[in-house]
Every structure is written in C-alpha cells, then in structure tokens.
C-alpha cells in the first residue's frame, strides 16, 4: 500500500535548523504534487508548504517564506523541507501529504487545502526550544 514516511524531526534550538524528509513507497508520485503542513498541540492542522509535480513551482505560508525551502528528487520519490532560522512557534507535528491525480495543477489557494492531497504520513514532531 502507499506509505509516507516523515524523518528528521527533532529537538533545536531557536535560530537552529532541521531537514525533514519524505519517503514514498507504493507508487511514484513523481508526476503528483507533495506539500508539508503542521499541526501544534491545540491549533488545527495548517499549510507550510507545496511542491508543484515538476518541481518548478513552490508555495509558502507567509509564516516560513525566506526561512523555509521544500524540495523534491523525484528519482527517490522524495521531498524534503530545509528549515532554517527557526523559531519556538515552528514547534508542531509535521506532516508529508501527496495528491494522487497524476498531472493534477492548482493555484496557491488549491495547494494550500488539506482536502488536495489524498495521502498522508504518520507525522515528525519538530519542537523549537527558546
């Protein structure tokens, strides 16, 4: 079956900087996709970032814009979220989602719904000391 798994989570300081990864198995979503959204303790799940299926087009939540940065290798069926600069109110769960229409395209605001994407990964807890 299609897993998503998240690594790189962990503990930083602020100012500090993370790598998430992630991993896809079951099928290639190298023509699909892929975005991060987090969710901390009492806030509902939000958008951080989306990846278009070519790599060409990348969409930020104004909240990381310039500190944020989400790739793809789409021969390892992997995206990646460099984090930098980051700050005690990064700290969440974050999540790797994919859509699954193949070819699918949308605008920032499509992207940004957590209804566009049809998979999803168990979650990497990142958390931000001050």
């Known amino acids: 079956q299609v897993q998503l798994v998240e690594s790189g989570g962990g503990l930083v300081q602020a100012g500090g900087s993370l790598r998430l990864s992630c991993a896809a198995s079951?099928?290639?979503?190298?023509?699909?996709?892929m975005g991060w959204f987090r969710q901390a303790p009492g806030k509902e799940r939000e958008f951080v970032a989306a990846i278009s299926w070519g790599g060409g087009r990348t969409y930020y939540a104004e909240s990381v814009k310039g500190r944020f940065t989400i790739s793809r290798d789409n021969s390892k069926n992997t995206v990646y979220l460099q984090m930098n600069s980051l700050k005690p109110e990064d700290t969440a769960v974050y999540y790797c989602?994919?859509?699954?229409?193949?070819?699918?395209?949308?605008?920032?605001?499509?992207?940004?719904?957590?209804?566009?994407?049809?998979?999803w990964g168990q979650g990497t807890q990142v958390t931000v000391s001050s």
């Open positions: 079951g099928r290639t979503f190298s023509r699909n996709p």
């Open positions: 989602a994919a859509n699954g229409y193949t070819g699918y395209s949308a605008s920032y605001l499509g992207y940004s719904q957590p209804a566009t994407y049809d998979y």
